[in-house]
């Protein structure tokens, strides 16, 4: 089991430049051009043309103003709800395109980094303008983390990464095949600064075959060596230093854990169940009494903001799925059985909601994220999927096949469209106030904006060619689409 820590929560300062610096204050540059319009002329019909010229000078002045103001509110906008695409109030246009089959591993400040589907290459490309700022071979499965304990939204539930301020990436590669004494397995990992490509730790771990997990600033590795003993090791990728390494005793038969069924990982503790059975604490690399273990333990995963700088959280441990919403100070605000869903996008009001999956019932459940009061719930998720945004007072759900909107107030169902070719990604691509889906009709690949309130059909527009599906949304709300030929950026 992989986990992926992080932190997609982004401080935003607003600073008031946005306006030419060379406008000035308006109504001095107005006095100053009437003023040397007036020295060239006289006469009533030179006063009509000196005003004439203020007026156009006013005019002038208002565009950049506004030219301006726009930006800046668009810029606000963005920053003040995590995830949102720039304007979807018309048909999007390239903006630039990178080569070549990647994937988009996530966005780091105005960065998108990526990675090519045979998993050897990487590369990072200016957000604005798709310049490539650095390129590396690090092989095998890259991901990008800040060290954090608990596991982000976004890593979680499959989506590109969304993180700020100091993010590395960390690769690798290796943990294939059975272990023979002439051929033992070994998994290389090789950490990037993500600012510059440049590697700033790595090593090479014994086994891997067993199990690959990243947690907080650690790798950790377990595999079976060729005499079929379990060995473990943990390695820091942030200060590039071994912590421990472990080679169990006893021999655990290769179908003891077949396909890994019976070893499980977690932050905390690694169990061997079966005959015979063992327990590795994961912090400290000793053996711990494999009968009083309890459990494989905890997992935690970040929630969504609340009011007032409460956070939601959720863990697992051997008696399910836990979430707790907390204030500032550490205390708890209020508890219960459950999972409080990580909505990567949502809009001002969500603030007030958090959408939970009921332990008990399989519900869906909307508290008041200042009480814990039931709002509302959906008695059975089945078939309606996970809540992947809220926006213009709606609760979106994706399974990755189809979308269902849910009234936030009161959980009443507004409208539901399913694809066949399966053109809605797991992660919303919104505004605030539609949505952007890939789908595939009379045989071509159309971009699709609806409503997200009614789901009609706001416009359509041919997609890239060779279009598979939605990459995700930059920091700067640039919407990203892969194609059989690389990445292409849109923006109005």
């Given amino acids: 089991m992989r986990r992926h820590p992080g932190d997609d929560l982004v401080d935003v300062e607003l600073i008031e430049d946005d306006l030419d610096p060379s406008v000035g204050d308006p109504m001095s540059r107005l006095a100053q051009r009437w003023a040397r319009g007036s020295a060239h002329l006289s006469g009533r019909r030179t006063s009509i043309a000196a005003r004439a010229l203020a007026c156009a000078a006013v005019i002038g002045l208002v565009a950049v103003v506004a030219q301006g103001g726009a930006a800046a509110a668009e810029r606000a906008r963005l920053a003040a709800v995590t995830g949102l695409a720039v304007s979807l109030a018309g048909p999007l246009h390239e903006v630039w395109a990178a080569p070549g089959p990647d994937t988009v591993v996530g966005f780091v400040d105005d960065l998108v980094v990526s990675q090519d589907q045979s998993g050897t290459h990487v590369s990072a490309l200016r957000q604005t303008d798709g310049e490539v700022i650095w390129e590396a071979d690090p092989g095998g499965v890259c991901s990008l983390e800040t060290g954090g304990r608990d596991i982000a939204s976004w890593q979680f539930i499959g989506l590109a990464a969304r993180t700020s301020g100091d993010t590395w990436l960390v690769c690798r590669d290796g943990g294939q095949g059975v272990a023979t004494p002439a051929a033992p397995v070994t998994t290389h990992v090789e950490v990037l600064d993500v600012r510059t490509g440049l590697v700033t730790a790595w090593t090479t771990l014994p086994g891997g075959d067993r199990g690959v997990m990243i947690t907080g600033r650690d790798v950790v590795v377990a595999g079976l060596d060729a005499e079929s003993h379990l060995i473990a090791s943990r390695w820091s990728w942030r200060e590039g230093t071994d912590l421990w390494e472990y080679r169990s005793a006893t021999v655990i038969a290769p179908t003891a854990i077949s396909d890994g069924a019976s070893l499980s990982m977690s932050p905390g503790l690694l169990v061997v169940s079966g005959a015979p ?152 691509v919104t505004d605030g106030s539609a949505w952007l889906s890939l789908e595939t009709a009379d045989g071509k690949d159309w971009l699709v904006a609806r409503g997200v309130r009614d789901g009609l059909e706001r416009w359509r527009e041919a997609a890239p060619e060779g279009s598979d599906g939605l990459a995700g949304v930059t920091l700067d709300g640039t919407v990203l689409v892969h194609t059989g030929m690389g990445i292409v950026a849109l923006r109005p």
Avoid: K
Wanted: hydrophobic share 45%.
């Fill in 277 to 428: 059975s063992l327990a590795l604490d994961l912090d400290t690399g000793t053996e711990v009494d494999a009968a009083s273990a309890g459990p494989v333990g905890e997992w935690r995963l970040q929630g969504p903001a609340l009011p007032g700088g409460a956070s939601a959280r959720t863990f697992a441990d051997g008696s399910g799925w836990h979430y707790e919403v907390l204030e500032t100070d550490g205390s708890i605000r209020f508890a219960g059985e459950g999972y409080a869903f990580p909505i990567t996008t949502s809009d001002r009001w969500a603030n007030d909601l958090l959408v939970v999956l009921d332990a008990a019932t399989n519900g869906l459940l909307a508290l008041d994220a200042r009480t814990g009061a039931e709002l509302w719930r959906i008695a059975s998720t089945d078939g309606f999927g996970i809540p992947v945004a809220v926006a213009d007072h709606v609760v979106l759900l994706s399974d990755g096949i189809g979308l269902r909107a849910i009234d936030a107030g009161d959980g009443a169902e507004l409208w539901q469209r399913t694809s066949a070719s399966g053109g809605f990604a797991v992660g919303v």
